[in-house]
């Protein structure tokens, strides 16, 4: 069996998306998408010479593109204060009284749960937001 340029294109196109799937690296996807390029320019008739350079242009190009946009694009915040990731972040607790290393015993969601002051300043009792969640602990804040 005798198989063309693209033929070939298309195999390396879809071995390279296999292994973004395997490892997550979206920059394969974007080395894909220059194989796709090179498919593309031997389906037009061009030569092998074009089509190599066509596929890396447009490899290169992507990769680029798509290291610059993650660059300028803003971080998010770690999990433990994500809320996305997390939804107890912006919930409220009640803290009825702060011990001697600035925690104290709280009830949320059905349990006891051991929150740790975030802010600065001097533990008062009462209403407080949760900002972060690291194990079983609760970071608080003073609402406002």
Request: some cysteine; overall charge neutral.
């Amino acid at each position: 069996m005798d198989w063309n340029a693209s033929t070939w294109w298309w195999l390396a196109a879809g071995t390279l998306t296999a292994a973004e799937l395997l490892s997550g690296t979206f920059y394969l996807l974007m080395l894909a998408l220059g194989c796709v390029a090179g498919a593309l320019a031997a389906h037009g008739g061009a030569g092998v010479v074009p089509q190599l350079v066509v596929a890396a242009l447009a490899g290169a190009g992507c990769t680029a593109a798509w290291h610059v946009r993650r660059a300028r694009s803003p971080r998010s915040a770690p999990v433990e204060r994500n809320r996305d990731a997390n939804i107890d972040i912006g919930e409220t607790v009640f803290v009825p009284a702060w011990d001697a290393d600035r925690s104290a015993r709280v009830q949320y969601r059905g349990s006891t749960w051991t929150a740790r002051l975030a802010a600065d300043g001097e533990p008062a009792a009462g209403r407080h937001v949760i900002v972060a969640v690291q194990g079983n602990h609760l970071d608080v804040e003073p609402a406002r």
